[in-house]
């Protein structure tokens, strides 16, 4: 059976951390961000962990990462 091949797509939109964890950006920071407070500005630059269930899909998509 040949290698699977990694979601290339996938791998550019998440990042994997040491235990797992699956992060990704939050969303909304492309435009229309100066009618914001700083506080809000500053919340959407943290990245986010996906929902459980959808880590799973993802850690499954990345077969170097099982």
Known sequence: MPKLKTKKALIKKVKITKNKK???RSTGQNHYNSKE???VGREKKGDLRLFKADEKNVLKALPYNN
Request: no cysteine.
């Open 22 to 24: 699956v992060l990704r």
């Open 37 to 39: 407070d700083g506080a």
